[in-house]
């Protein structure tokens, strides 16, 4: 079952507008990641936020975290036709391994 | 710094035929994971190997998969014989998790695109 559920499942922006994805999890975690997946692409690690964490930035992606929701956001700034992706959110179930599980994705299309 | 490799990039092959996925990982990583992703079931976790023992099979689908990695630098997902319903992309991820640290970012190949006739 997924552990990881993002909303929406798709998104259409101009460039310029701010694009926000969220996730949504359903057991504890130690930490959250996000990642991009362009067509054709592996996925490509963005950001990691720990469970101790409200708020992470990196560039022009901002991240939240609330635990007590069990659930993240990722936003991004500023959109770029090149920002044309799809999000993956990634959790480890509170469990000490390796393992992540990954949310189904939001796709999207940034317009020029 | 090269990143993960895989091999080949694409594969067409008729059902039965014995299909070999290869993978190099990071150089000095010591976690890799075999992940399945279709339209139908997203991203799937498959096996993953930490210090080059298979620590979780549990998303193995069934006898016909199985994976290897007889060293650091190399592993294999092998599935026989293959049936369409396992046309999929299959990545592979590699990792470095220091031992008093939880998971670490995944650096992901660029994947096989596999069809099964």
């Known amino acids: 079952s997924q552990q990881g559920e993002e909303d929406p499942q798709a998104l259409s922006i101009q460039e310029g507008e701010n694009a926000t994805m969220n996730c949504s999890y359903k057991?504890?975690?130690?930490?959250l990641q996000w990642y991009r997946q362009n067509s054709g692409r592996g996925l490509v690690h963005l950001i990691l936020?720990?469970?101790?964490?409200r708020e992470k930035h990196s560039g022009r992606l901002r991240v939240t975290l609330d635990t007590s929701k069990k659930s993240s956001s990722l936003l991004i700034t500023a959109s770029r036709a090149a920002d044309t992706a799809s999000y993956f959110c990634?959790?480890?179930?509170?469990?000490?391994?390796?393992?992540?599980?990954f949310g189904t994705g939001t796709r999207l299309q940034v317009f020029p | 710094d090269a990143g993960v490799i895989q091999s080949p990039r694409h594969e067409v092959t008729e059902m039965g035929q014995e299909v070999t996925l290869r993978c190099k990982p990071i150089?000095?990583?010591?976690?890799l994971f075999w992940y399945r992703q279709t339209m139908m079931r997203g991203l799937e976790l498959l096996i993953y190997?930490?210090?080059?023992?298979?620590?979780?099979d549990s998303g193995m689908p069934e006898d016909r998969f199985s994976a290897k990695m007889p060293n650091a630098s190399f592993s294999t997902l092998k599935i026989q014989p293959s049936e369409p319903r396992d046309s999929a992309v299959y990545f592979c991820?590699?990792?470095?998790?220091?031992?008093?640290?939880?998971?670490?970012?995944?650096?992901f190949g660029d994947g096989t695109r596999l069809s099964i006739l």
């Open positions: 057991t504890s975690i130690n930490n």
């Open positions: 990634a959790t480890d179930k509170g469990l000490n391994t390796d393992k992540l599980i």
């Open positions: 991820a590699s990792s470095l998790r220091p031992w008093d640290r939880g998971n670490q970012p995944q650096h």
């Open positions: 150089s000095g990583h010591n976690s």
């Open positions: 936020i720990r469970s101790n964490e």
């Open positions: 190997f930490n210090n080059n023992v298979p620590i979780d």
